[in-house]
């Protein structure tokens, strides 16, 4: 891998002599880095919800298998009541859902239908019933009717042959009832990614712990925890690892041994007596990168045995942003779904923001609906990337492109949604 490709701009004072890239261009890089896994496992549909498919389904079948009635009423032929609207016709059987009617119906006749009955043979269209008298076995109709009314084409849902869900696509709820309906019982989608990561820093202290002066609890483990749960991948904990040579060397090992992404958080920054860094360049297949986002910046990227590698930044919101802009976009592609632009709304600001400098900036917000049905966004308040209770507060980010500067009150801005991103 290279860090001197075209798109970046020299950033001075960032250390690592690394120039600053877009988080665009990030994504790019760890797409083409990375190859989707490519491993299969076939599974009952009920257990395949979020997961990803590795085939294209086709349908073996017409789904309904049969023109069908979206109605309670009579099946008929339209041709009798355009003939003669005022003249009754004689009723001969019923069909109802999973009882079909047997026999045709014949000029003059119409048969009781219920919805989901078969529509029978000879009528080509369906009146509801409460557009109807009867008398007996004798039924009269009101008004015009147009041929083929209330009646649901055989195929109208899904054709026979044709492409109903896509590799690389995402099963969600509907993509199971699908399944069911072209009455497949196992469906094949990519294994799971097994992701391994650790916190690193001296400071860190896991939950449950006394705190000595100087120390904080390890939050991103916990973050991070909760970000990889969302995303239905197999999760390794291994721990908080402290500032040391050896035993970041063991920890690495460990975890690119057991797993197919290792994610650390911290120990990447500048100017950090960090290890991390060091040890990681040694390898030889990491690259460092400074991001030209706000919050985030240092990232390190690559390959650690057969597993690839995040070293995220350690501040808490830093860490977030940088897992949602770019980590989780490549889990995803790793897992084998086609990549997609992030979800993006514009929302009206209900707050000022201040933006200094030339970074993409990730602001928190909430988003909520004004009282005259538009979007509204405001600020979380203060943005520092210490700061976790701005994402906790948060159902968004508030995406300041590059070239922006302050925003008033009142001014246009673009939102991804955290529902969009989780
Ligand atoms: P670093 O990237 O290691 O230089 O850490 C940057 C800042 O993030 C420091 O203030 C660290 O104490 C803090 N930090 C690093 N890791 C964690 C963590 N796992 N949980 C909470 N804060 C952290
Ligand atoms: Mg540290």
């Known amino acids: 891998m290279s860090t001197t490709a075209g798109g970046m701009e020299s950033h001075k004072g960032c250390g690592h002599d690394a120039p600053s890239m877009s988080v665009d261009e990030a994504r790019r890089r760890v797409y083409a880095a990375l190859q989707p896994q490519q491993l299969v496992l076939r599974l009952p549909i009920r257990d395949a919800l979020d997961r990803v498919l590795a085939v294209d389904i086709r349908s073996p079948i017409d ?89 649901r084409p055989a195929g109208e849902d899904l054709a026979k042959g044709a492409t109903i869900l896509h590799r690389g696509q995402r099963l969600m709820p509907a993509d199971l009832g699908l399944l069911a309906e072209i009455g497949q019982a196992e469906v094949a989608v990519h294994r799971r990614l097994r992701v391994a990561f650790f916190s690193t820093g001296d400071e860190l202290r896991g939950v449950g712990e006394p705190l000595r002066p100087g120390q904080i609890y390890d939050s991103n483990r916990y973050t991070l925890h909760g970000m990889l749960q969302r995303l239905g991948v197999e999760i390794l904990d291994l721990g908080v690892v402290r500032d040391d040579r050896a035993a970041l060397t063991q920890a690495l090992d460990g975890a690119s041994e057991s797993a197919d992404v290792v994610i650390t958080s911290g120990g990447v920054s ?27 910046r240092p990232l390190a990227f690559g390959r650690l045995g057969d597993a690839a590698f995040f070293g995220l930044p350690g501040n808490p919101v830093s860490a977030m942003v940088t897992f949602y802009q770019v980590v989780q976009p490549a889990l995803i592609y790793l897992e084998g779904e086609a990549p997609a632009a992030p979800m993006r709304v514009t929302a009206r600001c209900a707050s000022p923001l201040r933006k200094n400098g030339r970074r993409r900036e990730y602001q928190r917000g909430i988003l909520a609906t004004a009282a005259d049905g538009t979007l509204e966004v405001r600020s979380t308040g203060a943005q520092g990337s210490g700061i976790l209770r701005s994402m906790s507060e948060a159902n968004c980010f508030i995406v300041l492109a590059e070239e922006c500067g302050d925003v008033a009150n009142g001014e246009w801005v673009t939102v991804e949604p955290f529902a969009g991103l989780i």
């Open 63 to 151: 789904v309904p298998g049969h023109a069908n009635s979206a109605m309670d009423g009579y099946a008929l032929r339209a041709g009798d009541l355009q003939a003669n609207r005022s003249a009754p016709l004689s009723l001969i059987g019923k069909a109802l859902a999973g009882h079909p009617f047997e026999g045709e119906v014949g000029a003059g006749e119409c048969v009781r239908i219920m919805t989901g009955g078969m529509l029978p043979a000879g009528a080509d269209t369906v009146v509801m019933q409460e557009r109807v008298r009867c008398e007996a076995d004798r039924v009269w109709f009101d008004g015009d009717h147009r041929v083929g009314e209330n009646v």
């Open 270 to 296: 500048v100017g950090e007596a960090d290890y991390i860094t060091e040890l990681l360049a040694a390898r030889g297949a990491i690259e460092f990168w400074t991001i030209n986002i706000k919050p985030g």
